[in-house]
């Protein structure tokens, strides 16, 4: 281990710390945690009970069956934390379920640092085979449809889960290989059937690779919560070529169009189809999406993962008030959240 | 001319007569080069900006839909301007420089 619990605690506080200081107080169709602040207690300690079950019962190379990626964790953290405080858990244990929490995220990440500006999950020599091995779409019209692509798919992934788009798409990089950064987007788990009945989810793309190139210029960071920051030069107009794979295998320039049709219009359907929802529906199918998300782990264990029913009945019971207000738009937001999720000084 | 300030969410200039979108609806009205203005957030707007050459948003950060997808998509956005929708008519011309947060409306 390169840094000691305290450091760990400290760096994961600053992973979680930046992307809620930057998140938008408004969010479509609304905002998660004004439904699931009124059942976080009972979803974080199912969770840290399914994570110990897990560690203590499980040889952790098996571990990724159950947690593929650790943004599964990752983008639950502060919900998880939040409802372990509701739970009223005392502050040294909640830092050591921050610390297993931790230790799993490093363990499925094969690394002992924790990253909160890039995602780095791709082996070196599968980036220099993706950079040397195809021919890239280099014209660019395909680049900017391919990049297109891409961010039709995220907003698909949003309109199937939310902000649980993790379960859909997950960015990594930026990988640097012979002076060039590289970007690759994933995108799966287009047939949402446990979730959702009633759209046009039947597809025959099971699976979506994108991979892009840019020149060093380019200033790409990925932060813990896998949101993408650009700044300084034009993403698209330093992107020198990509590759897109679908169903994992190298597909024409053509394809890119057939699937932005393809998805455009379940974007469109989609879309219609939660517009028409009350909240009530609503608030229920987020109680349905936040257990999903941890789907892969109950899955594993061969528990049931839907949620207890007791979250309806609180859900039906509760006034919920969507507040537009923001909550950390002070010049201290960042280094108030900081202090709210360091655990470091009760281990 | 008058100019309004925002906030940058993603860098870039363009100029073009705008489409103000309140929905799904809308998406039909865009057209190639236009610059759209919305009121919040929403994962549709992908579609109308690809078509699009840039975009203006009442409410928004860095981390908003709009902010990722025009980031992402290489075209400038600004957002935090009050009342953004209402005071700018479809077929306005205006510039938008997404590298300061400024919003140009030309009479």
């Known amino acids: 281990m390169s840094i000691n619990n305290k450091q760990l605690l400290i760096e994961f506080s600053k992973a979680i710390a930046v992307p809620l200081y930057n998140t938008d107080a408004i969010k479509w169709p609304i905002r998660s945690s004004h439904v699931i602040s009124v059942v976080n207690d009972i979803y974080a300690v199912e969770y840290l009970n399914q994570l110990r079950e897990l560690v203590c019962n499980y040889n952790p190379q098996v571990w990724k069956q159950a947690i593929p990626s650790s943004l599964i964790l990752w983008r639950m953290i502060h919900h998880i934390i939040n409802g372990l405080e509701k739970a009223n858990l005392s502050k040294q244990e909640i830092a050591e379920d921050c610390l297993l929490m931790v230790d799993i995220i490093r363990y499925i990440d094969n690394n002992d640092e924790l990253y909160s500006h890039n995602h780095l999950i791709t082996s070196t020599s599968e980036i220099e085979y993706l950079s040397c091995k195809y021919y890239r779409i280099c014209e660019n019209e395909y680049k900017i449809q391919l990049i297109s692509l891409a961010t039709l798919l995220w907003a698909y992934a949003e309109s199937l889960y939310f902000q649980g788009r993790e379960i859909c798409c997950e960015y990594h990089g930026p990988y640097r290989f012979n002076g060039e950064i590289v970007v690759i987007r994933d995108f799966a788990n287009f047939m949402p059937i446990d979730l959702w009945e009633n759209g046009n989810y039947d597809t025959k793309i099971r699976s979506i690779r994108i991979v892009t190139f840019h020149k060093e210029n380019v200033n790409l960071t990925i932060d813990a919560f896998n949101n993408v920051n650009i700044t300084g030069e034009n993403f698209v107009d330093f992107c020198t070529g990509g590759l897109l794979f679908i169903n994992n295998k190298i597909a024409s320039k053509e394809e890119i169009i057939v699937a932005m049709e393809e998805f455009s219009q379940k974007l469109e359907c989609q879309l219609g189809l939660v517009n028409l929802m009350s909240s009530d529906e609503l608030y229920r199918k987020y109680a349905y999406i936040f257990w999903y998300r941890k789907k892969s782990l109950a899955d594993f264990l061969g528990q049931e993962w839907t949620p207890p029913s007791k979250v309806f009945d609180i859900l039906s019971n509760v006034k919920i008030e969507p507040s537009a207000k923001s909550n950390y738009r002070t010049a201290e937001g960042i280094q108030y959240l900081e202090r709210k999720y360091d655990y470091s000084i009760f281990i | ?107």
Do not use: Q
């Open chain 2, 1 to 107: 001319m008058i100019s309004y300030n925002g906030i940058a969410v993603s860098s870039g200039i363009a100029r073009s007569k705008v489409k103000v979108l309140n929905d799904v609806n809308d998406f039909g009205k865009v057209e190639v080069g236009d610059i759209i203005i919305v009121y919040k957030s929403f994962p549709g707007w992908v579609i109308p900006l690809m078509k699009a050459s840039g975009m203006i948003c009442e409410i928004g950060g860095a981390l908003s839909h709009i902010g990722i997808l025009c980031r992402e998509s290489g075209k400038p956005c600004v957002s935090g301007i009050s009342d953004v929708c209402s005071i700018i008519k479809d077929g306005t011309d205006v510039m938008i420089d997404g590298n300061i947060g400024k919003v140009y409306v030309y009479k």
